[in-house]
Every structure is written in C-alpha cells, then in structure tokens.
C-alpha cells in the first residue's frame, strides 16, 4: 500500500502542488483531498521547504481506510440530523445507514488506529484517534440538536459553523442558578396557559403548550443582543403563541391580557367608535416595550398581524430597514445592520406553504432591502390544523425552503432547553459574524387542537394519545433540576402552584380595556389646505441641478438628447411632463428634509423609460443618483429596483412608513394590474391597519392604469377596489391628468406626514406621461395647489348653454378634450374628479351650481360598468344632486375583463364612449343606461 503514496512524472508535480496548497490553506480542497493529504507527504529528496523537509513521508498508510474515515466523519456531519433526537412526539426521519462505519467499509478497529487529524474541525482538538473524534461528532450531530449547513455556500460561513459547533462555545453547561431560572420562565409560560384554559374554558387564545421553551430562547437572544450595538429588536409570529410571547418577552401586563378575555371576545364584538377603529382580536395585536427597566433593557416591538400567519414577514423586515436607515442626510441613507434585529416566527405547514416566506427570503440579501440578517423560528407543532405534515409539504423538514437561500438550520428538541438556549445564542453570534440569516427549527407539538375548541383526536388520534400522556417541558425540567439536586423535591409544583394563584389575584381586579391607551384614531377632518406651490427660483435651482452631472461622467447619447430637451423645459409653456414633475417634486421635499425612498420593479429608469433617475455611463458602466446632490437638500433619498415582487416588496414599503413615519415612501407597480397580487398586504395592512391596530401609514402606491388597447393585464389597477374598502377617511385615491397635479399632490402628501398620515393610492398614465394635454408650465407648479375637481375651463363662457355636465377621472378626459366634438358641442361640460376619496362633495356642487341649466349630469368612464368608479360615485352624486337632476352612466358595458384583448375592438369602444358624450342630450341610444 505504500507504493501507492508514491506519484511519478506529472502526476509527481501534480500531487506536490496539491500538498503546497493544503499547507497554505486546507479549507480550500475538496473533502477527500484534504483527507488524503492529511497522512501524505512527499518523499525528502524532494521537499520544497525546510518546514516540508522535517515532515517524513508516513508508511504503510491504506488510503482507502483513510477516505473511508473521512467519509464517515463527512456523513456525521452532513446527515447526523437524520439520526438526531430532535423529536418530543412521533418518528425520527430515518434513513441513517449512511451514519455508521460500515457503511464507508471501515471498522471501529481501523479508526483507532487512524490520527484525529482526518477527522478534523473541533472535533478532533485533543482527540486520542479517529474513533473518539467520531464519536464527539455522532455525540454533536445527533444529540438533540440537528445541524444542517453543507449548503451553504461561503467556505468562510461554513467553516465558522463547524468549529463552532464543534467547540461546544455556546452549549456550557448552565450554573445551577440559570437552570433555576429557566425553570422559573418556563413555569411563567406554562401558568399562564393553564390558567387561561382553566378559566377561559373554550375560548381561543392559541397557546404556545408544546413549544413553551420559546419564550427563554428569545429572552436569550434578546438579551445577548444587548451587549453588542442593537437598539432595537422588532418581532413578527403569527397568533400561535403569540399571548404568551406579548406578556413574558414583551411585558404586556397580565391584567390587560385578561381583561381582554373578561370581556368578551371581540371576534363578536360591533365597532364601538363612531371614528371607524374596530379593533381587532387579542391574539393579533402588536406590543411595544419601550426598554425602561421593563422586560429588557432595550426596546422591543412586535408588529401586528392578521390570520395570514406569514404575510407579516416583509412587513417586519421594512420595519427593521426603517429603524437602520439614518435619513437626515442628502445623498443615500447611511444603514447600519446592527442597529435593529429581526425575529421571526413561523409556522410548521405555513413555512413551505405561503409563498409570502419566498419572497421575504429574496430579499434578505438585496441592496435596497437587506436587513443585516435575521433570526427565523419554526414553531414546529408536526400539524397544520388538521393536516399532517406529509401532506403539507414535498420536503423532508418543514424549513428545506431555506436550503436555496443558503441559511443554516437547526433542528432542536423543544425538551431539551440547554440545546435550544444554545442554539439561540448560535443563532445570534451567526448573524452578527456574518451579517445572514439564520432559522432554527424548534420542533415540539401542539397540547391542543388548532384551537382551543378544536378537538385534534378526531383526525390525530395516535398523535395526541401521546401528547396527552407526554409530560410538558416544564415538568420535565423540574424533574430533571430535582435529580441534580439543583431544587428540593417538589419545587417545580408549588412554583406552579404560586403562579396560578398570582394570575387569579391578578383576574380578580382587571380593568376594563382602555383602547385610549394606544395612538387614537384622526378626528375625521380632512386638510384641504394645506400650501405645494414651490417658489420658481428655487425649481430652476433645483431643475440646473437635476440635469448636471459629473465631468468625468458619460451619459448615454440617445439619453442626453432627451434630458437636453427637458432641462429646457421650464422656459416652454407648457412643457414639463409628467416624469419632470415628479423629479422637481422629490428636490423640493427633499429641501425641505423629508426623505424619500422609492421602489418598483424598474423604478430607477421607470417602466415607459420616463424617469431615468439613476444614470449609467456606457463606459465605464458606473452610475449616478441625480437627485443625491440637489442644493439645500436635508434629507436622503433612496430609489431601488425591486425583484420581480408584489407581496413581499409591498409589505416590506407598509413596514417602512410605520417605523418611519417621517419619510415619503413610495412603491410603484411596474404596471397597476399587477398590485392584485399583492392583495393581501392591501386588504390586511394598508387600508384597515388603522381601524384595527391604530397603527398609522402614509405608504403612497404608484400604479400605472388606463385604456390604450394593451389588453386585460395592461389596462386597470383596479381601481374599484380601493374605492370600496374606502371609508372613515381611511386613504386617498386619486386620478390625476396633469403634472403640476402629480407635483403638487406629491406635495401634499410629504406635508401631511406629521399632521394626516394616511396611505394614498394614485392611478399613474401611461400615454399621458408626454401627452402635450398632459403637460405644465412653470407657473403651474409656482402657484396654487392640488385641486380636488377640476371644471371645464372651455366652457366658462357658455355656463348657461350647458344641459349636460360630464364628469370623468384620469385618461379619459384626455381622449375627451382631442376629440373634435368637444370644441364643437356647447351644450356639453366636462369636469374631472381629480381625487375621487375622500369624495370631493363640496367642490363638486359648486361646480354643479355653476351650470344653471343642466338636465343631466353623466359619469363617463372608460372601465366596464361593474368596474371603476360608477358604483362607487353614483350614490354619491344622487345623494349631492337631491334628485333635482339626473345621473347616467356612459362607459363599457359590464365584463368579467376588465379590457379588450384586440387594440381594433378597444379603439371601436374607446370612439363609442366618447361619441356618447357629445351626442344631442336626446339620442340616448348611444349610451348605456343605467335605467
């Protein structure tokens, strides 16, 4: 076997070359390479060093033994979890054949008599030979902790989590105090639950029972984080658990919690403000702990959240960027990963299943939304509802998901809270090492149904037979603390026994719930007031600005015509677009030290290349933010292009301005039919998220809509929608056809942040974006302000001709005001409602009022009937009108899509709708009616 160490010719120099780099860095060759070089070195007449020289070549070595050592050692490493007590309840996963020595034709004999050293890592430190570094791998790997990071892709990351691992760093023995004292959480968590299902018979609160280790597991990592630079720590989890995690880890009062269930459950409960606040059930609110000597010495927060489980994740993950962002500079926010900390938690069968978790996980390492890392918890019950995990998923584990994301994971046996307080702390110094993201599964079971008026015997009969004979973790702790001595005998029950008798004292002098005590909801009023005229000399400041650019900095020659163009734009009347309007806007709010961050997919350039306020040289492929150097500018301004995301990157924009309320926050849909994928974020978060959880955003959405032939995915936002979840002043909706409207509303909006805060949803053009109909003047954006409703100002002279006033919103006036009829029909008016929520009831009445001798008021629009505004503006309009006039509808017929997938069928509709218009107040014929 010698004879086989030795290499001749070019295979000599080969393997020579190979031991040079296995000196230098041994990390860097493949398993078995490594392992072979390990007991290899090259014969003395050929050393290439003095060190190498010292180092004779070993004799007799079978290298097939060797490789089959360090095969095993690999496979202990790669697959222990499959072999690990990970599990309370139920089956460990199996397939462990690989895990033994024979199955890499080595025996216990042959790996006594092989070095440590092939082996490796932390393992074999101090190791006598192969066989004991063996066995303090199989002792590591498959423990009660299972460890899975060959995936990971990083040498540096992987190598960190192997000798760490292997050092036991963060699994020390605990003093007997910290034992004493996990005892005493875990007693906490488990009172509290028992109390409630004593009590409470039958209402739900969704208890953490089976996983009750999760609340010491985040007090570790919580306050782990304390010693290092962390301000913040924001937490997002779904209703499983989440009683007992708002009260112990962020210090809601017991009393509040049952305050809440004394009376009543608010599921039933009508709205009691005439203000529009509902409220929402106990076990989906938010808590802040604010760090004053309280549970923890820093400020924590948990996010609110609905019954979408794991829709919360980007919204947490904004939070967090929000909290690390410093924005009162110009230029580029200034992030620091460290100053905030997100934890999530998740669900066993909604981990794999939502693919809100995907699209979270994309994010993780992206520019414009990375948040340093963040620590991820499967609350692993083994059950979805009623469903077993082999029918909820396709993999293995219920976190394989994370495998393509490259985030190390560990399995851990929710009854073992040594191993899960360690891997808490493992998971913390990870993502403070490296900056990623870091899951642990915590696998434990579910003491109850879904609910607690579910009964799970019905579809889990052997499963909850042996949950209910299983002892819970308390119980097992203080059985495992009174054989060590560390309490007297009969301790961990008269712990419990003080904790059920302080929850009733407690019970016996609730309150009543005080929803004062968190922020109230706005009066209702509306500030119509409120002053966007920009000063001209300070627009051509900001303008030469805009359109300056570095001397060493080449601008792409078709582009530069363009900007050219538009730098002149103020002196032509009118002649700034829509996209220049926008750019003038951001400058001025930003002078104004309002940040701003805007985000889409192809926000930077924009989707119809109007944009372009990110600029790329062609030859040196470098690039330039314009607006990061507009004078006097207070305040930083980030624009990113999004992944191709609705869901996730939304929920993280609505996370963004809860936590950073100060900053104009816009998200942009690459077109506006695609913010239906989304939906969710919409209807949970963005428009009740006040009404239920008092909690307050002003996130603007840019959602490009309008009817130009492009067919039934690019035409409509969906703009009904908005307006029917429109109500108690909940958001803004508007339709604007001008941009020194879209400057003054983007205004308006950036001055309302601290006084009406409130999301606003903006139907953008497509064609108008440089439509000459659609164009501004200087002076336009100087003086005045956003208007509600805009009248016909070609008919100021024949106010007492007009039979028919003609109100509209967006495009549509457009296709209108070019039409020849509409110079050539006197008896016709066309307005257009500007913003259509809140509904612009007085100004439209004047403008009413202002025709003396109108027969009928129309509302034209170019969506179907049973879409658009028509079913939300006509009981609006009768209600105004008092019956004393007519309204009729002129637009496209119902549909199930909302456009016409033929650009010849679109434009006959588009010529029908605007013919009916114009036509002789008699021919009704033309029209659709809505009689």
């Not at 070549?57 to 050692?73: C, I, K, M, Q, Y």
């Not at 073992?416 to 696998?443: K, M, S």
């Not at 009964?455 to 889990?460: K, L, N, V, Y």
């Not at 119509?528 to 030469?544: C, H, I, P």
């Amino acid at each position: 076997m010698a004879d086989n160490l030795v290499f001749h010719g070019p295979n000599a120099g080969y393997v020579l070359e190979l031991y040079d780099q296995f000196l230098a860095d041994p990390d860097s060759l493949d398993p078995e390479t490594r392992a072979f070089l390990a007991v290899w070195a090259p014969p003395a007449d050929i050393l290439r060093s003095e060190a190498a020289a010292s180092t004779t070549a070993t004799s007799g070595v079978d290298v097939e033994r060797v490789l089959g050592a360090h095969a095993f050692a690999d496979a202990l490493r790669r697959h222990g979890h499959l072999a690990a007590d990970t599990k309370p309840i139920g089956e460990q996963p199996g397939g462990i054949d690989r895990l033994s020595p024979a199955a890499h034709d080595i025996t216990e004999a042959d790996l006594s008599r092989l070095p440590a050293s092939i082996v490796g890592g932390g393992a074999a430190q101090g190791a006598a030979n192969a066989l004991e570094a063996t066995q303090r791998l199989r002792n590591i790997y498959c423990g009660t902790s299972g460890f899975e990071f060959a995936h990971v892709q990083d040498r540096d990351e992987r190598t960190w989590l192997r000798n760490t691992i292997e050092s036991d760093a963060f699994r020390q023995p605990l003093s007997d105090e910290r034992k004493r004292a996990v005892l005493q959480r875990l007693t906490a968590v488990e009172g509290f639950e028992r109390f409630l299902h004593q009590t409470y018979l039958g209402q739900k609160r969704f208890s953490i029972e089976g996983t009750d280790i999760l609340v010491p597991m985040l007090d570790e990592i919580i306050n782990a984080a304390t010693s290092g630079d962390t301000e913040h720590v924001v937490i997002g989890m779904a209703h499983r658990g989440r009683l007992n995690v708002l009260t112990h880890v962020l210090g809601k009062p017991y009393r509040a919690i049952l305050a809440e269930f004394e009376h009543g459950d608010e599921e039933n409960e009508p709205p009691s403000e005439p203000d529009g606040y509902s409220g929402d059930v106990k076990y989906h609110l938010g808590w802040r702990q604010t760090g004053n000597g309280e549970m923890h010495p820093l400020p924590v927060v948990m996010a609110p959240n609905p019954s979408h489980l794991e829709f919360v994740n980007p919204v947490l993950e904004g939070m967090t960027r929000a909290l690390q962002d410093k924005r009162n500079l110009p230029g580029a926010p200034e992030q620091n990963e460290s100053v905030a900390l997100p934890v999530v938690l998740h669900g066993d069968a909604a981990f794999p299943g939502q693919g809100v978790v995907a699209e979270t996980l994309n994010l993780s390492r992206l520019p414009g939304y990375s948040t340093g890392g963040t620590i991820h918890i499967i609350v692993n019950n083994q059950v979805g509802f009623t469903t077993d995990w082999q029918d909820a998923r396709s993999t293995l584990y219920a976190s394989d998901l994370a495998k393509g994301f490259e985030i190390p994971i560990v399995h851990v046996n929710a009854d073992d809270p040594e191993a899960c307080l360690a891997v808490a702390r493992l998971a913390l110094a990870y993502r403070e090492q490296f900056h990623r993201d870091f899951l642990i599964d915590l696998i434990g079971y579910r003491r109850w149904g879904h609910n607690e008026g579910d009964e799970p015997s019905f579809t889990q009969p052997k499963m909850y037979a042996e949950i209910t004979a299983h002892e819970t973790a308390r119980a097992i702790w203080a059985g495992t603390l009174e054989a060590q001595g560390v309490i007297p005998e009969g301790e961990g029950e008269r712990l419990l026994s003080a904790q059920l008798d302080e929850l009733q004292t407690i019970r016996e002098s609730t309150y009543e719930p005080d929803g004062a005590a968190t922020n109230g909801l706005r009066d209702g009023a509306f500030n119509d007031g409120t002053l966007t005229a920009a000063g001209e000399d300070e627009l051509r400041l900001f303008n030469d600005a805009l359109h300056t650019f570095p001397d060493s900095f080449t601008l792409n020659a078709k582009l530069k015509r363009q900007l050219e163009r538009r730098r002149g734009a103020l002196d032509r009347d009118p002649g700034i677009d829509w996209a220049h309007a926008e750019s003038l806007a951001f400058a001025s709010i930003l002078a104004e030290g309002v940040p701003i961050r805007l985000t889409g997919q192809d926000s930077e350039r924009g989707t119809f290349s109007q944009r372009h306020l990110v600029l790329h040289d062609p030859e040196t492929g470098d690039d330039v933010t314009i607006l990061h150097s507009i004078p006097g500018s207070e305040a930083s301004f980030a624009v990113f292009n999004s992944p191709l995301s609705e869901t996730g990157v939304l929920g993280f924009e609505y996370g963004y301005t809860v936590a950073a309320p100060d900053t104009l926050v816009l998200w942009e849909a690459q077109f506006g039919d695609f913010v239906n994928s989304a939906q969710v974020i919409i209807d949970q978060f963005i428009i009740p998220g006040e009404a239920k959880w008092r909690q307050r955003s002003a996130l603007v959405l840019l959602l490009p809509h309008g009817y130009e032939g492009q067919g039934p995915e690019h035409s409509s936002a969906r703009l009904e929608r908005f307006l029917q979840m429109a109500a108690n002043n909940n958001i803004r909706v508007v339709n604007c056809t001008s941009a020194a409207q879209y400057f003054h509303l983007l205004r308006r909006q950036a001055a309302l942040l601290h006084t009406d805060p409130r999301p606003l949803i903006v139907m953008t053009p497509k064609s108008l974006l440089r439509h000459p109909k659609a164009l501004s003047s200087l002076s336009d954006l100087a003086e005045g302000g956003f208007q509600e409703v805009i009248d016909d100002s070609s008919a100021e002279s024949r106010r007492d001709e007009a039979q028919r006033l003609v109100l509209c919103s967006g495009k549509v006036h457009v296709d209108l005001s070019t039409s020849d009829a509409f110079a050539e029909t006197r008896e016709v008016a066309v307005a257009r409602v500007e913003e259509l929520y809140p509904f612009p009831h007085n100004q439209l009445r004047t403008i009413v009022e202002s025709y003396p001798n109108l027969t009928e008021v129309v509302w034209l629009q170019e969506e179907p009937q049973n879409m658009g505004v028509w079913r939300f503006i006509e009981p609006r309009l009768r209600e105004l009108l008092g019956g004393e006039l007519p309204v009729r509808y002129i637009g496209r017929r119902e549909r199930a899509s909302p456009a016409e997938g033929s650009n010849d069928d679109h434009q006959r509709e588009q010529t029908r709708i605007v013919a009916a218009a114009f036509a002789e107040v008699r021919a009704m014929e033309l029209s659709v009616s809505d009689d």
